[in-house]
């Protein structure tokens, strides 16, 4: 019985452990932004240092002659209970990302994937509707001028871009350079859309899939992607020409939100921002833990036994 005893406590103690570096690699693999070589040697180094502080402690436990818990077991647990705590932060995180904040991490992330393609929509309806409103505008300045033989429709209409040279063809002339303009500043959307049918499936995939390698970065990718776009498509809103009214306008987009993505490596920000599970990485803790102690926990102290009268005492 005692054998078997042995071999269920050390299958325990291999599983206990095997669970511990599992779950700690994960919580650190986030916390670390999915370098997983660094979160495996991590993850391993604590490991290897709970098993050899177990089988330490048993081995002291098992020396000691009848004198209860002594002080080098409690060093030895003292020391295991820091590192175990360590390993709680990482396994604490990595159960509240997968299962308590999974479904919100991926809308997040789907939905910075569609500012990148939104951004471009809104681009292109504001290019329109600015050649529409200043082609508006520069018809009402016509108008005026064909009650008005005086009014200065040419220093008018150069606001526009247009030098007017043909007074008979003032709006042709209006509705050229505004289109001249408009393809100006669409000229940007082609590169960005060609790069946009493989990129945002990409980073789609990242959330869908659930690359635990890649979430971070791709969050950290999408923000940047998206402040390198907004700049870029002010900055090709308004072109270098002569065109005063139409430069005066601008590139609007609602601000960008603050990402989101930080809670992936943060634990301390994921608990202050949200409402993390506790009963479950506890009671998870707890069970991989005894397990990994259950060689210390199983093994028996060395007894005593009399060889004749009086004080002669042997040991075993």
Known sequence: MKKIAEYIGYFLFVLGLLLFIAMSYFGILYIFKGNDIVAFAIALLLTLA??????????????????????????????????????????????????FL???????????VDVLSDMVNQYQLQV??????LLLEAQNHITNYNQNNNYPIKSELAKYGVNVNDFRNLNSNVENALNIREVAALALLTQIQNLDSNKLLEYKQVFTAWNRTQLRKTFDDLDKEALQRLERLQKAFKGPDTNVKWNAQSFNYPPLQPQSGSIISSPFELIEKYKPGWVLPILFALLIHFFILTPYLLEQRSGRIYIGKGDNIGKI
Request: no cysteine; net charge positive; proline share 0%.
């Open 50 to 99: 709970l098993g050899g502080i177990v089988y330490y402690i048993a081995g002291a436990k098992k020396k000691e002659i009848d004198k209860g818990f002594t002080m080098t077991e409690g060093i030895g647990l003292f020391i295991y209970f820091g590192i175990a705590l360590i390993g709680f932060i990482a396994m604490f995180h990595f159960m509240n990302v997968d299962f």
């Open 128 to 133: 329109a509707k600015t050649k529409q409103d």
């Open 102 to 112: 999974k479904d919100k991490i991926v809308s997040d992330g789907i939905a910075k």
